[in-house]
């Protein structure tokens, strides 16, 4: 089993389910607001907000992180996301869960050896609740003649 | 005297951090403040708890023999690293983020570099219920000053509660 596929091994149309999905703890969500300096009170005040909701850049960032070992695992560049799409809140004790979809794949016009794979990955509740979606672009090189 | 009501009483409850919609004017720029120098821990941290196993970002034999010869900071990590850095002065008190997009990696982050950012408010739009929309460019730069991130997203934050001044 590799880890991400080669340019070859990208087809698309085809959906890749992400396993495993995993869920996201209060104390999860506390300290990557932190750590990415993130003080908004909505996500680490529960008596200002009330319920406090799991950070955006969590939610993206873990959707990009389960897609990475079905996707962009051997990539050379991540070229930048076209759109994140939040569509439903997630909260602490929620699990995550993630698909990609590739949408295209293209030859790189100036270096052979590699292509540029464009996909969207969509993020799930337990209750398969559509979270987040999201369509990034990476370089995929080739496997080339073995 | 009560410390928990006196800390919680509505006069206190402004400390500025973030800003209300009257406060995002279209065209109005900011500079956020602190930056911060992304480690070696940071990263590896970040991709694992994000199960982000990519060994360009946890494996630095690996990364020797890649393009750039050492890792690289995660993507994602830049990303919200410079959101967060932009929430003291822009989305501080936003209520929800609806999305993001045209988010573009410019150059590379490696471990030691100092990150800081910049926003300009592109549009912004009244909602019911004492609510508005936002659009903000934000721009991630490095300790040479040069881009290595750019993105747009849209919140959205409160108005100015009746009667709370500054």
């Not at chain 1, 089993?1 to 389910?17: C, D, H, Q, V």
């Not at chain 1, 070229?79 to 949408?103: C, H, I, N, Q």
């Not at chain 2, 956020?32 to 630095?60: A, C, V």
């Amino acid at each position: 089993m590799s880890f991400g596929r080669y340019y070859e091994e990208f087809e698309t149309g085809a959906i890749y389910k992400h396993w495993p999905g995993r869920t996201i703890t209060e104390n999860d969500n506390t300290w990557f607001a932190l750590l990415t300096m993130n003080q908004n009170p909505l996500f680490i005040d529960r008596h200002h907000a009330g319920r406090c909701p799991v950070i955006d850049t969590l939610v993206f960032s873990l959707t990009v992180g389960m897609s990475v070992a079905d996707t962009s695992g051997q990539t050379i560049a991540n070229l930048g996301y076209e759109s994140v799409t939040f569509e439903r809140p997630l909260f602490p004790g929620d699990s995550l869960y993630a698909e990609s979809e590739v949408l295209e794949k293209r030859e790189s016009a100036s270096k052979p050896d590699r292509g540029i794979v464009a996909i969207e990955t969509r993020g799930f509740n337990q209750d398969r609740e559509r979270i987040v979606v999201l369509r990034r672009s990476f370089l995929a090189p080739k496997r080339g003649p073995e | 005297m009560n410390w928990s009501a006196r800390v919680l009483a509505p006069s206190d409850l402004d400390m500025g951090y973030g800003s209300y919609f009257e406060e995002l004017e279209t065209g109005r720029h900011f500079r956020h403040w602190p930056g911060r120098t992304i480690t070696e821990f940071d990263d590896t941290l970040f991709s694992l708890m994000s199960m982000n196993q990519h060994p360009l970002h946890i494996d630095e034999h690996y990364a020797a023999g890649t393009q750039h010869g050492r890792r690289l900071v995660a993507g994602p990590f830049v990303i919200s690293l410079v959101i967060g850095m932009s929430q003291a002065d822009i989305g501080g008190r936003a209520l929800e983020t609806l999305d993001y997009s045209n988010v573009r990696h410019l150059g590379p982050v490696f471990h030691g570099d100092s990150i800081y950012a910049e926003s300009t408010v592109v549009m912004r739009e009244e909602l019911p219920n004492e609510r508005g929309l936002v659009i903000v460019a934000t721009r991630g730069l490095n300790q040479r000053e040069e881009t290595i991130l750019t993105l747009e997203r849209k919140i959205v934050v409160p108005k100015r509660p009746e009667g709370e001044t500054t």
